[in-house]
């Protein structure tokens, strides 16, 4: 799989998505995320890590909520980059920090976390996402959590549709089903394993463009819109990145297949 699916593909997409500055890229949006950090049982100043942090809006939050110290690290630039911008404006700069660095190379000394989490981040994974779950464990203290919010398909999904999205975003990871999801965590070694899953009518893209409307503002986000159109024409992996969301959230035929999923298992 990681042979033919590039890594510098997929952070070439992000750097695209990136330039657009929505502040969220994950399934379910803002309401997901508050559910994983209840599924996580967040506690005033502990130390957490999230993974594949994009432009930072989660690790802001728990900032601020639980005045946590957050660690965000993501591959691409362009992401950090508004992170670390995210951070500033809201004055965040000594809780919050965020590193341009791989997963699969976490820039951290063995059981540093309380704590580490990601959303919408193995399921775009090219790469090897056990070794990559083992890297994330491993900077996870003894006894600390581990969790996700991640795309999963349901089992009867259509071999058809499978392939027209791999055909489309080679650089992002195969999806995987529930099942496939508990079993990695269960590989990873992580006990106590609490699931929860919503079907396809749970995701929305137009709940996506509500959540971007209250982040942004109307105005941030018609300018967004404006920078989507011009983004769309100019590059082809957005155009086959736009395909991809609307087989999974849009068209009726075929977003049956979808849901989402958290994770939260125990190191
Ligand atoms: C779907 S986005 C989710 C971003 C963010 N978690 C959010 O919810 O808005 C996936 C993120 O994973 C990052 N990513 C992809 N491969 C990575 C890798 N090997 N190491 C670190 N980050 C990676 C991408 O750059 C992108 O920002």
Same mark, same amino acid.
């Given at each position: 799989?990681? /042979? ?14 990136? !330039? ?24 005033? *100043? ?12 989660? #690790? ?14 993501? #591959? ?5 980059? *508004? =992170?670390?911008?995210? =951070? ?13 660095? +791989? ?16 959303? @919408?981040?193995?399921?775009? $994974? ?29 089992? +009867? ?8 999205? *791999? ?6 990871? *195969? ?11 269960? %590989?990873?070694?992580?006990? /106590? ?10 995701? /929305? ?6 959540? @971007? ?9 018609? /300018?967004? $819109?404006?920078?989507?159109?011009? =983004?769309?024409? %100019?590059?082809?992996?957005? %155009?086959?990145? @736009? ?7 849009? +068209?009726?035929?075929?977003? !049956? ?11």
């Amino acid at each position: 799989m990681g /042979s033919i699916k590039k890594m510098d593909d997929t952070i070439e997409l992000y750097n695209i998505l990136g !330039k657009l500055d929505s502040p969220i890229q994950h399934i379910g949006g803002i309401s997901a995320t508050a559910e994983l950090l209840e599924m996580l049982s967040l506690k005033k *100043n502990e130390y957490i890590l999230d993974v594949g942090c994009g432009g930072g809006y989660t #690790a802001c939050l728990i900032a601020e909520k639980y005045e946590c110290r957050v660690e965000g690290i993501d #591959a691409s630039p362009v992401m950090i980059e *508004n =992170a670390r911008r995210r =951070a500033e404006k809201r004055k965040l700069e000594d809780l919050v920090t965020f590193q341009l660095a +791989d997963v699969y190379q976490l820039p951290f000394k063995d059981n540093k976390f309380d704590c580490a989490f990601f959303e @919408s981040f193995l399921n775009v $994974l090219p790469g090897d996402r056990e070794a990559a779950l083992a890297e994330i464990a491993r900077v996870v203290q003894f006894g600390g959590r581990i969790g996700g919010n991640e795309l999963v398909t349901t089992p +009867d999904i259509p071999e058809e549709i499978q392939e027209e999205v *791999n055909h489309l975003t080679p650089y992002l990871g *195969n999806f995987m089903n529930p099942e496939e999801l508990k079993a990695l965590f269960q %590989r990873a070694g992580l006990s /106590s394993i609490i699931f929860h899953q919503y079907p396809a009518s749970k995701i /929305s893209s137009n709940m996506l463009m509500g959540d @971007s409307r209250k982040l942004m503002g109307i105005s941030g986000l018609a /300018s967004y $819109l404006v920078r989507m159109v011009v =983004a769309y024409f %100019r590059h082809i992996k957005l %155009r086959s990145y @736009s395909k991809y969301s609307r087989i999974v959230l849009k +068209d009726k035929k075929t977003r !049956k297949y979808f849901g989402y999923a958290f994770i939260v298992g125990q190191k």
